[in-house]
């Protein structure tokens, strides 16, 4: 399969006329049009640095060399029954902690009110 096909793929795929995937790139309707219509042009760097950019699922390796699978592999660890409840333990250790925080301000602000009244009315004893 030429890469002029598997363009034509890609624009079947997200469902995109060559008009529609031309804006989508941002590169002029006429370009697309003469690859994978017209079929005078090969794609060129700028357009598959573009292609890749604007579709990040896509694999550089099937698009350039037509080896593997269209879409890239996900990288993502398993996680296991262990390690989410070691995180949902964490969150909520994390949730208390910010209570009690809010807490603490709040008391810190009550306690800055009080001395600055006990200071005022101190100060006015004095007098």
């Known amino acids: 399969m030429e890469i002029i096909e598997r363009i034509n793929k890609i624009i079947e795929k997200e469902g995109l006329t060559v008009s529609s995937f031309a804006k989508k790139l941002g590169v002029v309707d006429q370009t697309i049009r003469g690859i994978v219509?017209?079929?005078?042009?090969?794609?060129?760097?700028?357009l598959i640095v573009r292609i890749l950019q604007t579709f990040n699922w896509l694999s550089a390796e099937w698009l350039i060399l037509g080896e593997g699978e269209m879409e890239k592999k996900e990288n993502v660890p398993s996680v296991d029954d262990k390690s989410t409840e070691s995180l949902k333990d964490l969150i909520l250790y994390l949730k208390e902690k910010d209570v009690k925080i809010e807490k603490l301000i709040e008391e810190k602000i009550e306690y800055k009110l009080l001395y600055e009244l006990t200071k005022k009315e101190l100060s006015q004893f004095e007098k």
């Open 37 to 46: 219509v017209q079929r005078r042009n090969k794609p060129g760097f700028d």
